[in-house]
């Protein structure tokens, strides 16, 4: 284990010691830094609250994700329980350590909500669930303090790009044609993709150390088996990131949509809408092959464009023919 990893042990070891009274709430902020989640506020935002607002913060977040999945193959470096038994995994996770995803995530949504309402107690609420999603990856002993602080950097310098080009980049995007809006949402999740299959196939020559195989498999039986260089969340990402851009291309087209009215019309047109997010991504999942295969991975990428099509186009199109919205 290298120095700039092993500092971060005694740390863990004091939130380990905090004892078992802290692991349903470190779970649960755990899971605030998860797929599942970014799932759900996503599509109420979009949905529910401001469609602008949704599909920035879902642009941002997926974006983030994609690089994310990229910078772990890239640094290749362990998890806490997959070099040492000096802590307990507290979860299961079989990809990179470097950076923390739920720190990255974290700042990016939370800071970009923060930057959209302006709100002091907002803002301080924002900066709280950071540190404490943070902190419970260090409990759940699968991240290092470091991973968290490159996480924090990453998510941070994410943040600063997508507030800051925010505005020139959308008045470039409405002087130009149907065509090329098209064509940058296609091409961008791409630039992402290919060289994160790319790197992936390199981290694959490279190898993981049996010794973190085996030490990983001894602290979590459950896990069977360990390979954190495959390209499936890369994927999934890039799939959902193509899926998302391309269909709000085509709803702004089509002419927009709003996510206004009452309590009930939301309601209504949230649960429909998940109740869509949950038929693609379980169905497709029971019928398409899992694995690493070329046909398995690319249906993959299917399912994921599908998820975000859904979401940024089908659903509100949906709305709108129901007179939910």
């Given at each position: 284990m290298s120095s700039w990893l092993e500092w971060g042990l005694p740390i863990i070891e004091w939130f380990q010691d905090l004892g078992t009274v802290w692991l349903?709430?470190?779970?649960?902020f755990s899971f605030l830094g998860t797929a599942y989640f970014i799932m759900f506020v996503m599509p109420v935002?979009?949905?529910?609250?401001?469609?602008?607002?949704?599909?920035?913060?879902?642009?941002?977040?997926?974006?983030?994700?994609?690089?994310?999945?990229i910078l772990k193959i890239?640094?290749?470096?362990?998890?806490?329980?997959?070099?040492?038994?000096?802590?307990?995994?507290?979860?299961?996770?079989?990809?990179?350590?470097?950076?923390?995803?739920?720190?990255?995530?974290?700042?990016?949504?939370?800071?970009?909500?923060?930057?959209?309402?302006?709100?002091?107690?907002?803002?301080?609420?924002?900066?709280?669930?950071i540190l404490l999603i943070s902190a419970s990856r260090l409990y759940l002993a699968v991240h290092f303090p470091t991973d968290v602080l490159v996480?924090?950097?990453?998510?941070?310098?994410?943040?600063?790009?997508?507030?800051?080009?925010?505005?020139?980049?959308?008045?470039?995007?409405?002087?130009?044609?149907?065509?090329?809006?098209?064509a940058i949402a296609f091409i961008f999740p791409l630039c992402i993709l290919v060289?994160?299959?790319?790197?992936?196939?390199?981290?694959?020559?490279?190898?993981?150390p049996q010794e973190w195989i085996e030490t990983a498999l001894e602290a979590l039986p459950e896990l069977e088996s360990l390979d954190p260089t495959n390209p499936e969340s890369i994927i999934a990402s890039c799939g959902s990131l193509l899926g998302f851009s391309t269909g709000f291309v085509l709803l702004y087209q089509w002419g927009g949509f709003s996510a206004s009215g009452s309590f009930i019309k939301r309601l209504e047109r949230f649960l429909l809408g998940i109740a869509g997010v949950?038929?693609?991504?379980?169905?497709?999942k029971l019928i398409f092959p899992e694995g690493i295969s070329s046909l398995a991975l690319t249906?993959?990428?299917?399912?994921?464009?599908?998820?975000?099509?859904w979401v940024s186009y089908l659903a509100p199109r949906t709305f709108v023919a129901l007179k939910l919205a």
């Open positions: 349903a709430p470190m779970q649960f935002l979009y949905w529910c609250y401001d469609a602008s607002l949704g599909f920035r913060l879902g642009l941002a977040l997926l974006t983030s994700n994609g690089i994310k999945d890239s640094f290749g470096t362990p998890r806490p329980f997959w070099v040492t038994d000096r802590v307990k995994a507290l979860a299961t996770e079989t990809c990179f350590g470097v950076p923390s995803g739920h720190a990255q995530i974290a700042v990016v949504l939370w800071g970009r909500l923060a930057s959209f309402f302006k709100k002091r107690w907002i803002t301080i609420l924002c900066i709280l669930l996480g924090w950097l990453a998510g941070g310098f994410l943040l600063f790009l997508f507030i800051f080009a925010d505005k020139p980049i959308s008045q470039w995007l409405k002087a130009q044609s149907f065509r090329i809006k098209m060289p994160g299959l790319l790197i992936s196939s390199a981290a694959k020559e490279r190898g993981v949950a038929v693609i991504y379980f169905g497709l249906l993959r990428f299917v399912r994921y464009g599908a998820l975000g099509f």
